[in-house]
């Protein structure tokens, strides 16, 4: 059964290329569908849910490792092609990494804001021991504050933009890779840095 579940994603990969569909977000969907129907299997044992689980923790951790070693081996490369490419001024495409993380942070922020009731609520899954924590004066913004900066983005951004065709199939090379690349590597960055430096500070 393991062996099985290691196996599908190259399988759904491979059935992804061969349909012409993007690989990567087909591995992706059926990643998240399989999680929502994990939830509801009932049949499976203690035994196989404990292996299953502790597995994919350790491919986990291996993967996130290696995608990120990754990143600090394009990020030099990327910033040469886009800083020799001139297609867009380097401080133009980091003024837009800025925006984006402002406009994602907000994003989550009035979500969370708008749903703390529902977030703090005890039938809530992801909920355990934080309604203490998050207790007292200004709970509510500052619940939502880390909640917004704990959303650090990584693997599925950073393999997204890493399936981009290098060249279009008349052959000339794709326009602004190398910017798409370089704003996604930023925006990843970015989201570790603050929530590094800023989530200490309101706990």
Request: net charge positive; charged share 10%; with cysteine.
């Amino acid at each position: 059964m393991v062996a099985i579940q290691l196996i599908t994603p190259f399988l759904i990969y491979i059935a992804g290329e061969f349909l012409g569909l993007s690989s990567i977000l087909t591995v992706v969907t059926a990643g998240i569908i399989h999680g929502i129907e994990r939830d509801r299997l009932q049949q499976t044992t203690t035994k196989l849910q404990i292996v299953t689980n502790n597995m994919r923790s350790v491919l986990g951790y291996l993967l996130n490792g290696l995608v990120f070693v990754l990143l600090g081996f394009l990020l030099p490369s990327v910033y040469v092609g886009l800083y020799k490419s001139g297609e867009i001024p380097v401080w133009q495409v980091v003024t837009l990494i800025f925006i984006i993380m402002a406009f994602l942070f907000i994003i989550r922020f009035l979500w969370v804001f708008l749903l703390y009731r529902k977030f703090i609520s005890p039938s809530c899954k992801y909920n355990r021991s934080h309604i203490d924590f998050f207790a007292g004066k200004h709970a509510r913004s500052r619940y939502s504050f880390i909640a917004a900066l704990g959303g650090i983005h990584g693997t599925i951004t950073l393999a997204t933009v890493l399936s981009l065709p290098f060249l279009l199939n008349d052959g000339t090379p794709l326009p602004f890779r190398n910017t798409i690349i370089f704003i996604a590597t930023g925006v990843i960055l970015l989201s570790f840095i603050m929530a590094i430096f800023l989530i200490p500070l309101f706990c």
